[in-house]
């Protein structure tokens, strides 16, 4: 069975920093592309970075570009999102994705882990 | 930077009714769009990719269909457990969704 479990959310002071987690079981991470979607509440997903199988290649959203680091370790079946200078705009649940085929589409989520950015 | 606009915002329909949501593209995105249930509290769930495909285990009662910049997902007889809102997707890109209600 193919789970995303994430890991590591909290509550953080407007620029400050957390390590986002998420581990793979049930399929071979090292196939798949896999990308962080986050949902601020009441509001739809949106999509915030993604790595390639190899880590050869990442992507972000323009808001997140020089604060977040995607990164991963197939050998520990983990993907990492590292968020720095955190804003109250980047409260949201932050959701693991697994990605199918070439287009973004993702056919495996996590069940989320909530970030909340408050003084 | 393309713009996917759902309509409507809700739907509010009895049990049995036939559900039609639309996702309209800003240009084109070939078949290229995906369609999403999410319930409260939890995750989205695939239910449709390349504009027309079901994902693995969704009910025959979901079908997608469209090309270019219109896009429809029918829910043929909407049952008490289809409650949720509805995004579609292309990319990296969501749309706002459309939440589906019981009368």
């Known amino acids: 069975e193919v789970q995303l479990v994430e890991s590591g959310g909290g509550l953080v002071q407007p620029g400050g920093s957390l390590r986002l987690s998420c581990a793979a079981s049930?399929?071979?991470?090292?196939?798949?592309?896999v990308s962080w979607v986050r949902q601020a509440p009441g509001k739809g997903p949106e999509w915030v970075a993604n790595?390639?199988?190899?880590?050869?290649?990442?992507n972000y959203v323009d808001s997140v570009k020089g604060r977040f680091t995607i990164s991963r370790d197939n050998a520990k079946n983990s993907v990492y999102l590292q968020m720095n200078s955190l804003r109250a705009e980047d409260t949201a649940v932050y959701y693991c994705?697994?990605?199918?085929?070439?287009?973004?589409?993702?056919?495996?989520w996590g069940q989320g882990t909530l970030v909340t950015v408050s003084s | 930077e393309i713009v996917l606009t759902q309509s409507p915002a809700t739907l509010s329909l009895s049990p049995g009714e036939r559900a039609t949501l639309s996702c309209r593209a800003s240009?084109?995105?070939?078949?290229?769009l995906a369609w999403y249930q999410q319930k409260p509290g939890q995750a989205p769930r695939l239910l449709i990719y390349?504009?027309?495909n079901r994902a693995t285990g969704i009910s025959a009662r979901f079908s997608g269909s469209g090309s270019g910049t219109d896009f429809t997902l029918t829910i043929s007889s909407l049952e008490p457990e289809d409650v949720a809102v509805y995004y579609c997707?292309?990319?990296?890109?969501f749309g706002g969704g459309t939440k589906v209600e019981i009368k």
């Open positions: 994705a697994r990605v199918s085929g070439g287009y973004d589409v993702v056919d495996y």
């Open positions: 049930g399929f071979t991470l090292s196939s798949f592309w």
């Open positions: 790595i390639a199988q190899d880590g050869s290649a990442e």
């Open positions: 240009q084109s995105v070939s078949s290229y």
């Open positions: 390349d504009a027309s």
């Open positions: 997707q292309y990319r990296r890109t």
